[in-house]
C-alpha cells in the first residue's frame, strides 16, 4: 500500500530505519529466489549438447530423487531422466479426452488421477478444475469456513484452506499475500491469484499452499474507503464463493494504526513459520514456508518515486520475502526494474506476470457505477453485489475526479 496515504507518514530520510523495525532475519526461513537460475548465472557452457546415453538412469524405487525429474517405466521400475525436450509419448503429460464424463459420475476420476499422479511427473498441484460434485459448494457457504473476528482480542489467524503438507517433494512451498483496500474486493482480485498460479506452476520450482487477502486498516486516508469489516466480509464472501485456496486476514484491517506492508509479511512470516513451523514435506519434514507479495505494477512503480518508501523497506520486502508483479495496462513494469536500483539487486527475487487477457476492473470505477446507479454485474461476484446493495455501502459518496479518471486506481 501507499505508504503516504498513513496519517503519520514523514518522507523517509537517508539510512533512517523504520519503526517499527522489520523482524530479525534469522526468523524468515532461507529459501531460494522465485526466478530459477540459467546456465549463464553459473558460468557453464550453454551451447554444449546433449549427451542422450545419460538421459535415462534406471534406479531403485526408493532412490530419493531431488533435482532430478522421475519417470515409471512399464516395468516397474523408477527411472531418473534430466530436463530435456520429450521423446517419447511417457514424456508428456496426459490429455484430458484421457478422462471420460462418466468417470464423473462413477467416481473412478479420483482414482485415475491418484493413478496418473503416481506414475508420471505431473506438476500440478491445485485441481485440475471443477468438477460436477462441486459445483453446488461453490453457490453455498463451505463447511469449515472461519469467519475473521472484528476486534484484534478475538482475532485467529486463518488456516482452514493452508495446506498442511506439500503435494510435491521437488517443489519448495509458498503462501502469497495481496495487501490492498479492497473496496470493494473485484473478480480482477481473483483473477491475479489465478494469474501468479499459472506463473509460478509454469516458471518456478514452488507449489502455493495458500493465498491470503489482507484489506488495509481504516486508517488508510484514501477516499472511497469502506469500513474495514465490510471490506473484510466482502473478501470473504468473494473467497468462499469462487475459489477453494484463498482466505482472508484481517490482522492488518484490526491495527489502531496504519501498518506498513513489510510489517505485514513478518506477521505472516510469524503466523505460518515461527507459530506453526512451516509446512510438511512428503517425508514428513518440517520446512519453511517463502512468503510473496502479490502486487499490480502501478504499487511497484510507487516503490520508484522519492521520499514515498523507505529503502530498509524495500530491502527487507524484495531481498528477504519476494515479489509477484502484475502488469497492467500502460504500465513497463520490465524497463522500471531495470531502472530501480533496488528492485534490480532482489531481480531474482521478483517474478512479473504478464496479462495474457488484460482485464483492468477498477474498484474505483465500480464505485462510481454504484453512484450513478449503472450495473455492476458480471465486474464483482454477485455475493458481493447483493452485500452492497444491502447495506448501501458506497451510495451517497464523493471522490476527487482526479481520482476517478486516474488509471492507478
Known amino acids: 500500500m501507499d505508504p503516504t496515504r498513513a496519517p503519520d507518514f514523514k518522507p523517509p530520510s537517508e539510512n533512517e530505519e523504520p519503526q517499527p523495525p522489520p523482524d530479525p532475519i534469522s526468523t524468515i526461513p532461507k529459501s531460494k529466489p522465485i526466478v530459477p537460475y540459467v546456465l549463464a548465472d553459473y558460468n557453464s557452457s550453454i551451447d554444449a549438447p546433449f549427451n542422450l546415453s545419460n538421459v535415462y538412469k534406471k534406479t531403485s524405487s526408493k532412490t530419493e530423487l531431488s533435482d532430478l525429474e522421475t519417470l515409471r517405466g512399464q516395468d516397474g521400475t523408477v527411472q531418473r531422466r534430466s530436463h530435456h525436450m520429450p521423446f517419447t509419448m511417457t514424456d508428456f503429460q496426459p490429455l484430458s479426452a484421457d478422462i471420460s464424463s462418466d468417470e464423473y459420475e462413477s467416481g473412478e476420476l479420483d482414482a485415475k488421477l491418484f493413478s496418473l499422479d503416481q506414475n508420471t511427473n505431473n506438476d500440478s498441484v491445485i485441481s485440475i478444475g471443477v468438477r460436477k460434485n462441486q459445483i453446488a459448494d461453490l453457490e453455498e457457504v463451505p463447511h469449515g469456513i472461519v469467519r475473521q473476528a472484528r476486534s484484534i482480542t478475538d482475532y485467529e489467524f486463518p488456516t482452514h484452506r493452508l495446506s498442511k503438507r506439500l503435494q510435491n517433494s521437488n517443489k519448495l512451498p509458498l503462501v502469497i ?22 506463473a509460478i506452476s509454469e516458471q518456478t520450482r514452488f507449489e502455493v499452499i495458500g493465498g491470503y487477502y489482507s484489506p488495509v486498516s481504516d ?16 473478501c470473504e464472501l468473494a473467497c468462499e464463493r469462487t475459489s477453494s485456496w484463498l482466505m482472508v486476514d484481517a490482522w492488518e484491517s484490526l491495527q489502531p494504526n496504519y501498518t506498513r506492508t513489510a510489517k505485514v509479511l513478518d ?11 512451516g509446512v510438511r514435506t512428503v ?4 520446512m519453511g514456508v517463502k512468503i510473496m507479495l502479490l502486487a499490480g505494477g502501478d504499487l511497484i512503480e510507487s516503490m520508484g518515486e522519492p521520499n514515498v518508501w523507505a529503502d530498509a523497506d524495500l530491502h527487507h520486502i524484495l531481498g528477504n520475502y519476494g515479489c509477484l508483479i502484475l502488469e497492467r495496462t500502460g504500465s513497463d513494469v520490465r524497463s522500471f526494474l531495470l531502472s530501480h536500483d533496488i528492485m534490480y539487486e532482489h531481480r531474482r527475487n521478483v517474478l512479473v506476470i504478464k496479462q495474457l487477457i488484460y482485464n483492468d476492473i477498477s474498484s474505483t470505477k465500480v464505485r ?38 486516474s488509471t492507478k486506481s
Do not use: W
Open 177 to 198: 499475500v495481496a495487501c490492498g483496500s479492497f473496496s470493494p474486493i473485484t473478480y480482477l482480485h481473483l483473477r491475479m491469484f489465478e494469474m501468479a498460479l499459472d
Open 219 to 234: 486508517n488508510y486516508q484514501k477516499p472511497g474507503l469502506a469500513s474495514s469489516f465490510h471490506r473484510v466480509r466482502m
Open 267 to 277: 506477521h505472516f512470516n510469524h503466523e505460518i513459520n515461527v507459530k506453526r513451523g
Open 283 to 286: 517425508t514428513g519434514e518440517s
Open 368 to 405: 462510481l457505477f454504484i453512484r450513478r446507479g449503472m450495473s455492476v454485474q458480471y465486474l464483482l461476484p454477485n455475493s458481493v453485489i447483493r452485500y452492497i446493495q444491502e447495506h448501501g455501502l458506497y451510495v451517497n459518496q464523493t471522490e476527487p475526479v482526479k481520482q476517478v479518471m
